[in-house]
């Protein structure tokens, strides 16, 4: 088992890394939670769940999928840049990343804007009066779910600002890229959450 | 000092990889709109992890990186796994 | 970021001010041991208020009928207690104190892997803590759910109960920082030539807590924020009314919280694990089946959650499979017992406070242990469910456990910590005190629990009458104990004889240092050698 002695203390980048993976952990735990929720609920509610899938669009839920599969791609593209030492490459990427997570946002306002015109938000009378116990449900863990994870997003808008700029400073670099890398697993994170999340909201018709 | 991280990742297998992972999502859109009862679930979910593993062994470097942290990765999966499993011991035989 | 090299070598921890001075420089210190110290005393104010609840609660049970409290006020008192004492104590527990201090010297290491990210916790601990306490002091009344905030109640209940699940929610945060940042530093800090089977116990404690940290608290992080969603907007989720399952709330609350138990006790008997060769002068006895029972408490644990649920409405299969298991995490348990004993068995026995309490943690322990069988045999379990007998099982093995571990480490490390000597036969005697009022006040539960006196309870039949004044009575004489114990380290702290680096002729890395110890811990990084370990006695 390796010893490491670190020439440099205040710079680690394994040890960095690793601390980044034990957060993903903890998100990863954070939304297994609701994971179980859903199944279970799914689990006693298959029929009702069906029925409220259909009032998802597919289309754009889809489109979203395809957002950040990109999104993960140009941020993963952006590491090899900068290890690449090609700064203005590597800020393009990340820049591209930052638009994708935005129009992503955007995507969400509109989808919950029409759910809201429909009656259907947590806690609407409409839906407990119209729907079924297992619809009710559904779209509760479809806003809790979806919410917390556009909350995931604009955190990951507000690290990659941070990585940007301590790019164009020059802070972060190929001898010291442990910030994008970081960043680029805290964005990989969400786009796994979203790769589950898709086909159990808006596949199961 | 030990850095695996040497090895750049070339920006074409990332392409590659967003390729499949496109795939897979026309394929599992797909594959839902055919009804196959229980298993729709199945599929649905096999390939979400198909896409998933490729997002953790490619864009998050796993397959460069330490055995120990590959290890770690693993055994999360498998503990949460687990603890959805035996929640199930309860609904399942209710 | 060069401030290693400005640090002076010869300065105590305790003096030394780097940027801030007075206050501000423990408030904002990044030292891991400041942050164990501001840790121990907002800890042990914390706890003073739970005691004192404590002490409320055996008053009111002193007789049958209201004594000094309403049924709705006992409520509150117990929910308080219980959120504040799991919580706030035996959770952060000996990590946040120990673990802070000791981690990194037992490791041969600076401070942890992230010291900014370790004041943080401490911060984010004091701000769960303050949103707990004006959820008691504001709003619509005291939380009064008990500290397991069961649904349906915990989303109709009137109290003021938002802010107090939001303080729990980033006490949360904490420990899962904390659990982040000591499994990087052992993983990436260790002295060269200190492998994985040269590392002592309670670090090996540490790591094991630290996973448990980190995996299961977001679990009950979710779920809280799922009990305030039911709440504010009536998603459904646990509500039975609107198709949710209050089960499952119990599923996903006790899949966090049967793992926190392991939290608070694996850290407890890895100090143990010290004390115990020090003061038999003897190498550890199975070093490696003690690591490898740590892992399996820790593993197995994530499994056995619903021994908590056996009356709850869960299905047959998962009652028996929880109790099976729940048999099968006891083992590594009792190993651990075992090979203490064996430890001290021809061992060259230094009898000082340090080994009375890990004597007499073995001993209540044991007593909690089994008494945990009782409960997670299902047949049994149907009967003494919700009973007083299981809040005598749980004090005999989280107070008994955490506290008498506690107690022993923080005799035994006060020397390195504060540079002085406690006074020892105040110690002993505070210790005797306490450890017989302890035995009182909880013994009898486990009687009432059997007699069918049930728990959250404010009032009781008659004929239970006789037990609890003895309970009563023994919780005056425990605290008398706990004051005596507290007041002899404070003043010791202050003015007790000056102790040397290794009073206890200890064999782990912390004894090589000062007492107390320099900021940065060693003037040099030591080294491990082919035939260096912890406890190589002789």
Known sequence: MSQVIHHDEHYDPEGSKIGMWLFIFTELLLFGGLFIVYSVYRYLNADAFHLAAEELNTTVGALNTVILLVSSMTIAMSTTALQKKQKATTIVLLEITFMLALIFLINKYFEWGVKFDHGIFPGSEFMKAEMSQGEVLFFGL??????LHALHIVAGLVIMGFALARIQKGTVHADRPSLLENAGLYWHLVDLIWIFLFPLFYLIT | MENEKHHIVPYRLYAIILLILLSLTFLSIEITRINLGAFTVAGALLLASIKSSLVLVYFMHLKFDKAYIQIMVGMVILLFIAVVLVTFFDYYFR | MQASSKIPTDVSYLEYEGKH?????????????????????????????????????KFELIAPGKTIMEAKDYNAVFTVHGVIMIFMIVIPGLPAVFGNFMLPIMIGAKDVAFPKLNLLSWWIYITGAFLVIISVLFGDGSPDTGWTFYAPYSFKTGANMLPAIFGAFVLGFSSILTGLNFIVTIHR????????????????SLYGTAWIQLLATPIVGITLVLVALERIFGIGVFDPTLGGDPILYQHLFWIYSHPAVYVMILPAMGAISEIIPTFSQKHIFGYKVLVVSTLAIAFVGYFVWGHHMFTSGMSGTAQYTFSILTFLVAIPSAIKVFNWISTMY???INVQTPFYWAASFIFVFLIGGLSGLV?????????????????????????????FSFFGAIHYWFPKMFGRMYDTTWANVGWLIFTIGFLALYSPMFYLGMQGMPRRYYDYLEEFHAANILSTLGSWVMTLGLIIVIINLFRSAKSGPLAGANPWNGKTLEWTVPSPPPVENFDEIPEYKEHDGPYEYQ
């Open chain 1, 142 to 147: 479809y806003f809790v779910m979806t919410g």
């Open chain 3, 21 to 57: 001075k007075g206050l501000l420089s423990w408030i904002f210190s990044t030292d891991h041991k400041r942050i164990g110290l501001l840790y121990l005393y907002s800890m042990m104010t914390l706890f003073l208020v739970g005691v004192i609840l404590g002490l409320a609660m």
């Open chain 3, 189 to 204: 800090l260790r002295a060269p030539g200190m492998t994985w089977t040269k590392m002592p116990l309670f670090p090996w």
């Open chain 3, 346 to 348: 021809k061992g060259s």
């Open chain 3, 375 to 403: 409960v997670g045999a299902l047949a049994t379990n149907v009967y003494l469910h919700d009973t007083a007998f299981v809040v005598g099982h749980f004090h005999f093995i989280v107070f008994g456990g955490v506290g």
